[in-house]
């Protein structure tokens, strides 16, 4: 079964750099959320799209922006990094919702950040 | 704020052993509590989830115990096996239909099936 695709998989980046994380869902999945897990720390939300409009906002910092495409994808866009943003960077979609539905979140593999 | 605790921190089981792990919420809003197993460098995989409305879900050895009253719910891993040796995190979260609903993790549990 097809799963959520992350890229790229590892990034290096330097302090101040830009950076920018792609998340494909699973087809026929409408709904993205990015979350951040540092290490030892359980995930803690950033964003989340519905249908490609931003539906929801967390502990996210300025720096970072993010969107979702009319393919359903999504990018996470990360500027004048700092070392505190080293961290695992996951990506999760779920399928359209029925009324009253569960919110099953699968997630992807990662993306790990780490900013020297 | 952890709106989601969850305990223990740790926890070392033998082969064949029943693996407990427990979770307690705040938010009386929340009506989706999910389990999810994590294995290093790889992203949270769901287990197995349940809704307010029922005491207690089994799926294969797993098996989530919910008291609403208490604001607290369990996993249960009958059987446990060296495979099953992750970290499990709880969850809960809003479901709200026709819009996203996040996810609040609690801090996990490491967990370690000896032979």
């Known amino acids: 079964a097809a799963g959520v695709i992350q890229s790229p998989r590892h990034l290096i980046k330097e302090k101040r750099e830009t950076a920018t994380l792609k998340c494909y869902p699973i087809?026929?999945?409408?709904?993205v959320y990015w979350y951040q897990q540092g290490p030892g720390q359980d995930p803690q939300f950033l964003i989340s799209f519905y249908e490609k409009m931003q539906s929801d906002k967390g502990s996210i910092p300025d720096r970072f922006s993010a969107q979702q495409f009319s393919d359903y994808h999504s990018e996470l866009n990360m500027s004048s990094l700092e070392l505190g943003d080293s961290a695992l960077y996951f990506c999760?979609?779920?399928?359209?919702?029925?009324?009253?539905?569960?919110?099953?979140?699968?997630f992807g593999p990662g993306t790990r950040l780490t900013v020297l | 704020q952890q709106q989601v605790k969850q305990s223990p921190q740790s926890l070392i089981v033998q082969k064949g052993g029943i693996s407990i792990i427990n979770c307690a919420y705040e938010?009386?809003?929340?009506?989706?509590f999910p389990w999810y197993q994590q294995f290093p460098g790889k992203g949270p995989a769901l287990l197995i989830a349940i809704r307010p409305d029922v005491s207690e879900k089994k799926e294969g050895r797993f098996t989530i115990s919910f008291n609403k009253s208490a604001k607290q719910f369990s996993l249960h891993i009958m059987d446990s096996q060296p495979g099953d040796s992750a970290t499990y995190f709880c969850a809960a979260a809003i479901i709200n239909t026709g819009t996203a609903s996040k996810l609040t993790f609690g801090t996990g549990t490491r967990l370690q099936v000896t032979l």
């Open positions: 087809p026929r999945h409408d709904t």
């Open positions: 999760a979609s779920s399928p359209i919702k029925l009324a009253g539905g569960p919110n099953e979140q699968f």
């Open positions: 938010n009386t809003a929340f009506d989706y």
